[in-house]
């Protein structure tokens, strides 16, 4: 068994940031569960599925095959073999996966995934059910959040950065649907682990979390 860190959250709260910078200071690998999850939606919209078409995502896990590998140091996702990772951060890709997280079929196809990942090697593995599902025994355990406010305004930030007009309220709005569905879904919702250490980032810097963290491990 790898040395584990689980890092949990809502969408925004800035785990991949974090989890990548920690496991640079570790020499760890990091894992980021929620790009599994993007991986899967692709395969559901290459096929046409819409959001609500259960079924059809159900049948659809049936041939999708998601893989990981390492370019460089940083995470690349292969479906059935094609790597697209450039296509993953994409809105509707987002909302996609986070609409059909909640589906046990497509929760089941990437848990052994995870877990062999974590088995094998050192990681920083983030995601929503890391340190209660995934890996329940894990080393550390970070539940890291920040307020719905403090996230749509880094989220908003971000996205005017790259050049993308968005509305404040809308990002806001999205950000709390989003908290609603991983944390009320009936399989593996998104909450903070008994033994996991609640990290509130919204009045923290990022260095000084990576830092709290990485203490955690000594
Ligand atoms: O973290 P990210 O936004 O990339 O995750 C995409 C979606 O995948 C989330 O909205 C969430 O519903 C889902 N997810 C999950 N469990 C994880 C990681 C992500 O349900 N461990």
Known sequence: MGYNIAIDGPSGAGKSTIAKLVAKEKGFVYVDTGAMYRGLAIHFMKKG?????????????????????????????YLN????????????????ASMSSGIPEVRAKLLELQRNLAREKDVVMDGRDIGTHVLPDADVKVYLTASVETRAKRRYKELLEKGIACEYDEIARDIEERDARDMSREIAPLKKAEDAVLVDSSDMGIEEVVAKIVELCR
């Open 49 to 77: 599925i819409k959001p609500g078409e259960t079924d059809k995502i159900v049948s659809a896990c049936e041939d999708a095959e998601v893989s990981i590998g390492y370019e460089n140091g940083s995470q690349q996702i």
């Open 81 to 96: 073999n094609e790597n697209i990772t450039a296509m993953l951060r994409d809105e509707a890709v987002g909302s996609m």
